[in-house]
């Protein structure tokens, strides 16, 4: 691309880059990908430390720039992309809640969701900043029995994000399967390009597993 708007994606398979790859792919934008073998310790190597010191995936990088955390990762590329059609551009009355539900998945979906999964004890409602689990479960469950996208009638990368993620959320029972939220995740999911990038990213995360167990078994 000559326009200065290509990128590139640090991704492994069946992470949170997932979510991000399916973002690109669902805006048919060109990038590239730089794939790490997070069960094999890419991740914790130098070379990727130097990019993202947290070692996580996603990350992104840009003209030089880095760009670090899957919801600002989204709003970005969103911006980046207009013509994908998936952002709220600043100046639309949706950009609110756009900003909203996208600080919402980050900052109370998923610790509330951590707390769940690590049988942790939510702090007093007062010191938590998601309040508590069944109130973010019943407000997120509020937002998409009015649907069918989280913003209404109108798709957004926040679906990407959200959809993704709730999938594999009520798979694991950290969400429950309340039926506005399945059939939300679903909408989402079974879209042909999010079903591709699911099916290769499930055979490269095989693939991984296959590469680090020989490795570790070599040792
Ligand atoms: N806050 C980060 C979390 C990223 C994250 O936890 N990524 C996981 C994969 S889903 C990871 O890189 N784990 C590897 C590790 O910590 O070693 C975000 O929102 O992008």
């Known amino acids: 691309m000559s326009d200065g708007r290509k990128v590139t994606l640090y991704y492994a398979p069946r992470t949170r ?8 792919e669902e805006m048919g934008v060109p990038y590239d990908r730089h794939v790490l073998n997070i069960r094999a310790g890419e991740n914790r190597q130098p070379a990727y430390l130097a990019i993202n010191p947290m070692g996580k995936v996603p990350a992104l990088m840009h003209q030089g720039q880095v760009i670090t955390e899957q919801v600002a990762i989204s709003i970005y590329l969103s911006d980046l992309f207009p013509d994908a059609k998936l952002a709220v551009p600043a100046g639309d009355l949706l950009r609110g809640p756009f900003l909203r539900w996208m600080a919402f998945y980050g900052t ?11 049988k942790r004890e939510t ?24 649907g069918p996208y989280m913003l209404g009638e109108r798709m957004t990368a926040a679906d990407i994000l959200w959809g993704t993620a709730l999938s594999w959320l009520t798979m694991w029972d950290l969400v429950p399967k309340l039926p506005a939220i399945t059939a ?5 999911t079974t879209r042909p390009i999010v079903t591709r990038v699911r099916a290769e990213d499930s055979a490269l995360a095989a693939e991984h597993e296959k590469a680090a167990a020989a490795k570790s078994a070599a040792q």
């Open 184 to 188: 939300y995740a679903e909408r989402i």
């Open 108 to 118: 109370c979906l998923e610790p509330a969701c951590t707390d769940k999964s690590m």
């Open 123 to 146: 702090p007093p409602r007062a010191q938590s900043g998601y309040g508590d689990y069944d109130t973010v479960i019943g407000v997120l469950n509020a937002q998409l029995e009015k």
């Open 17 to 24: 880059a997932t979510g991000t790859l399916t973002l690109l």
